[in-house]
């Protein structure tokens, strides 16, 4: 789900957007409901009827290989998503994890002249260069998730917001914990790679969370986003803590190898938060006969909206829930935190790790 090192960087610049929710009703380019006779004409009549067809469009797409369940839904929503207009041609090319092959296979679609690109990069600052390729060519880039460090080589950027990941599952685990009484918790806290900025985002926006009840973290450890990983750090944590109160595991495919590490030490002292919003931690989040009572979301949805707004852009268009006519410049969305009371509302867009 998240492997690369210039990524995530699930607010807004430019024009502004705040939370999940708003980005996902923008997207959705329904008409606003009828509102009171007081509001401005522009206001209910700027930008509707987005979804219905309109000049046909082609929409390439590159992202890297699906070797993760996050990236393997990055690409199935992306390719559901554009199966829903009739105006839209989708065109990806093989997913790779090899950087100079994606170079080439974005140089196709530049090649193609495609009229939009989604593009996951597998390193921003290696795919730089050909994104800045097709913008330079006239085919506005729309740079999901792994950001590129050059303003120039995208049109608009949309992903999550990895500091707020990590400010998520403090505010759970320190509300939680200070619902419960309790003082001085054992918190651990399980990384993906830890050299990744990302994860540094992630983990800088838990300890300030925590830092607000007055908490810190006992010990963090990385398990490099693997379930094999995962299985391996979370026992060696478990054997070096006798008690424990809280886990924040970043990663719900690692979590898989968490949460079977925690079976085989039959341990159930403590609560555990996850990270991304895999359909397995929700199904075992409803359930409730573990460990796993929350997840916070970083949801591959966003290739879905990055492709709404790749259509947008080459019709032309805005979002019809804004003032401005433009698609905005950057888009970041919320990270939620899905619990036993909301997960049914959140499961069908889980991913399956």
Sequence with gaps: MEKSVARRGFLVSGAVIGAGALVSACTSNEPAAATPTTAAPQATTAGTGNDEPGTKVVIGFSAPAADHGWIAAIAKNAADEAKKYTD????????????????????????????????????????NQVARRAMDAGIPVINLDRVFPDKLSYRTWIGGDNYGMGVAAGNYIGKTLKDKGVSNPVILEIQGIATLPLTQDRSKGFADALKSYGFSVTAQQDAKFTVESGTQVASNLLQAHKK????????????????????????????????????????????????LKATVTYSPTMAGSAIKLARLIAQGKGLSDLVERQVPQSITLASETITKENVAQYLPLGFES
């Design 88 to 127: 839209v041609e989708f065109k990806p090319v093989e997913p790779t994890n090899d950087i100079n092959q994606q170079i080439s296979a974005v140089d196709s679609l530049i090649a193609a002249k495609v009229s939009a690109l989604v593009l996951l990069p597998n390193d921003g600052g290696q795919l």
């Design 244 to 291: 424990i109160d809280a886990i924040w595991n970043h990663d719900d495919d690692q979590g898989i190898g968490v949460l079977a590490a925690i079976k085989e030490a039959n341990r159930s002292e403590f609560f555990m938060v996850g990270g991304a919003g895999s359909a397995n931690a929700m199904r075992e989040i409803q359930a409730d006969s573990g460990v």
